[in-house]
């Protein structure tokens, strides 16, 4: 399934400031609604110069963000398997995320 129009929304982009990092914990003022970047990026609104949907966001501090953005996340030795381990690990960020996001009120279910 594809989507036509993105999913914007500042609300929860903005509810990432303070919070710390869902996948190394640090809580350092460096935390940001970072977007998905695995293997199935277009298929969320990923574009190029385009950002996919802000409901595929992870919290994630300055350091962790950069090593999804340049794929430096998994240790497998195979790159089919390192893309696909990138994309589960961020995937399952992306879930902790709104997990936190209905916690904290700002989804509304």
């Given at each position: ?31 940001v609604a970072?977007?998905?970047?695995g293997m ?51 995937f399952y ?17």
């Amino acid at each position: 399934m594809t989507f036509h129009s993105n999913i914007r929304s500042k609300k929860l982009l903005a509810a990432a400031k303070g919070q710390s990092c869902v996948n190394c914990g640090v809580n350092d003022d460096t935390v940001v609604a970072a977007h998905y970047s695995g293997m199935r990026q277009h298929a969320f609104g990923k574009g190029k110069g385009i950002k996919g949907h802000d409901l595929c966001i992870a919290d994630l501090c300055a350091k962790c963000h950069a090593r999804f953005d340049q794929y430096n996340v998994s240790t497998l030795d195979s790159e089919l398997l390192r893309d696909i381990d990138q994309s589960e690990q961020f995937f399952y960020l992306i879930m902790k995320t709104l997990i936190r996001r209905v916690n904290d009120g700002v989804i509304k279910l």
